[in-house]
């Protein structure tokens, strides 16, 4: 069974770059999964950030894609976010996930099936 | 940015059934397949539904999935007190290129 583990600082300073992390044991960042970050925050609810593959493809989230960048570390089985010039706005919840892969007889599609418990981050003025 | 929508709350007795809805567009819902999640307070969100309605091992058949158009539902029978949780939907939209979710529903039981 996969567990994902985010860690970094719970508090960021505005128009500074918020870094978090997440830990993967259970499963491999190698794999053919596909590993993931989304926030949570009371105002806008749900919100995927971006995806990437082990072997660095990504997808952003076209809202934030000239602030995010994502990588994928091997050795550590580990993945990374980096969100630079944060505002109040981006203060919430960050989860990590994993997407696996579904198929059916005319096409194949990744979901998010495993998530992180979240980790609180604050943009502080 | 545009995400699905669900209805904020839902509550009904133990053993009944409860109907959580997400309603989308033709961009996310009418052509994607749609997961549904649990999330406790303070735990990370569980899988209970992909691919419209198969459940993953270990999930019961309490919870079941079912799509129709742009619209999405997940039921619970026999409802239990552990079933108190938010509960949502998320599928990809290709007009966005953009995984969206649902606002989250809180089921209570009474």
Known sequence: ?125 | QSGLTQPPSVSAAPGQKVTISCSGSSSNIGDNYVAWYQQLPGTAPKLLIYHNDRRPSGIPDRFSGSKSGTSATLAITGLQTGDEADYFCGTWDGTLSNRVFGGGTQVTVL
């Open chain 1, 1 to 125: 069974q996969v567990k994902l583990q985010e860690s970094g600082p719970g508090l960021v300073k505005s128009s500074g770059t918020l870094s978090l992390t997440c830990g993967v044991s259970g499963d491999s960042v190698s794999s053919t999964n596909w590993w993931s970050w989304v926030r949570q925050s009371p105002g806008k609810g749900l919100e995927w950030l971006g995806e990437i593959s082990h072997g660095g493809s990504t997808n952003y989230n076209p809202s934030l894609e000239s602030r995010v960048a994502m990588s994928v570390d091997v050795s550590k089985n580990q993945f990374s976010l980096n969100l630079n010039s944060v505002t109040a706005a981006d203060t919430a919840v960050y989860f990590c996930a994993r997407l696996t892969l579904s198929c059916s007889i005319t096409s194949c599609y990744f979901f998010i099936d495993s998530w992180g418990r979240g980790t609180q981050v604050t943009v502080s003025s």
